[in-house]
């Protein structure tokens, strides 16, 4: 079992570092799909809005879909800066991907005040509403992020929320089926996170979801892919060829799986620039290497691009000074080591 990304110095082709990275197009020779999140920094940053055009086919709303930010204050729903997003993203040419339709965490307090029949009332009318709105614009939905979280404590290690506590386990068959009825058209993805790793959650989290996804299928759910979110902790315990064996079997039950959200979590890596790029590059190539070897996982997200807007800088626990470089490319929307690295594994992985 592998622990941190050992630090192969040199570890690139040393040509690739000179060249002007292509990730959606080396991605598309394999019959991959390459993409990122992305949200309203894109209306100012004009860099941040051609990087996104230039290096990605898919793009996905990182929060302007989501429950809280559409519904911040009650029932009815404002759609305006997502329908800016969804707009920019197809003139753009983007694939585009809805995330986190329904999800357990960060929903807004008003709910708290909801009884059970009035929220599975408001979860239907959410679904309704959103992928009515969205048909024939955005393609892909995580209808469900992020079904199980053992550290809650519910039987059966599901995440605990508003909409569990009210309809138990059942509420991910009823969102998927909902979804469907809403948009026949749309991709309909269970996205989950912290399966990537060796430790007790991720050891937890993966035979969970292997037979939820399982029981789904066997109950004639409409569920089309397994999104696998991908925020890679170089300092856990991990396996990367255990996790795509593992992959490998997740696909077999009849899914694609997709990896929604890569990035690396550089929190407690050398403070040194150089030093912690590498390792975030290693990273990136330990996980892909053998997750490419997987012919059904078709999609590669990053969860933002750049480093400008990464949201590991919205948590409190860096050193004075220290600021987190987990994406792609950097500040100045610049290639890193961990664009060549990625790309090299694009261009590596097998054929689709
Ligand atoms: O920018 C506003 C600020 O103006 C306001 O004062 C503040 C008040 O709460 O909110 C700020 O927005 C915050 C936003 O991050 C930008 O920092 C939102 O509150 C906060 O909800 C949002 O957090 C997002 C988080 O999901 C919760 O939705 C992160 O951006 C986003 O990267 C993160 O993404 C999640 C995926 O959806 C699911 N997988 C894990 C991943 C990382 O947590």
């Known amino acids: 079992m592998a622990g941190m990304a050992t630090l192969a110095a040199g570890a690139l082709p040393r040509a690739a570092l000179a060249a002007t990275p292509n990730l959606a197009g080396t991605a598309g020779s394999r019959g991959l799909a390459f993409g990122s999140a992305f949200d309203r920094e894109i209306f100012d940053d004009p860099a941040a809005a051609a990087l996104l055009t230039a290096q990605c086919r898919i793009g996905a709303i990182e929060n302007s879909l989501k429950f809280d930010w559409l519904r911040p204050a009650g029932p009815e729903a404002d759609f305006t800066v997502a329908d ?18 329904i999800w357990n965490d960060w929903l807004p307090d008003w709910l708290k005040w909801t009884g059970v029949r009035e929220r599975r009332a408001i979860m239907d009318r959410h679904i309704d509403e959103v992928l009515t709105h969205y048909a024939g614009r955005v393609a892909s939905w995580d209808v469900v992020n992020e079904p199980f979280f053992p550290m809650h404590g519910r039987e ?73 979110q991908g925020h890679l902790k170089p300092l856990l315990p991990h396996d990367y060829g255990a996790f795509a064996d593992w992959v490998a079997a997740v696909s077999e039950l009849g899914v694609t799986v997709k990896i929604t959200e890569l990035d690396v979590d550089d929190r407690g890596l050398p403070a040194d620039i150089a030093a912690r790029d ?50 792609l490319f950097d500040d100045a929307m610049e290639p890193k080591p961990a664009t060549f690295a990625v790309e090299t594994a694009f261009g590596q992985s097998a054929a689709r």
């Open 84 to 101: 800016r997003l969804i707009e920019f993203g197809l003139k753009a040419g983007l694939r585009l991907r809805g995330t986190a339709l």
């Open 278 to 327: 590498r390792i975030v590059a290693e990273t990136l190539s330990a996980f892909l290497g053998p997750v490419l070897k997987v012919r059904s996982v078709n999609e590669v997200i990053a969860w933002q691009l750049s480093d400008r807007y990464s949201w590991y800088r919205t948590l409190p626990d860096y050193p004075p000074g220290q600021k987190a470089r987990s994406h």
């Open 156 to 228: 059966g290690g599901y995440r605990g929320g508003y909409w569990f506590d009210a309809m138990g386990p059942d509420y991910i068959a009823t969102a998927f089926r909902r979804a469907a009825a809403a948009d026949p058209a749309a991709e309909l993805v269970l996205n989950e996170a912290f399966c990537e790793h060796d430790d007790e959650t991720g050891l937890a989290i993966r035979p969970l979801l292997y037979d939820c996804v399982k029981r789904l299928k066997g109950d004639g759910v409409p569920i089309h892919a397994v999104g696998l």
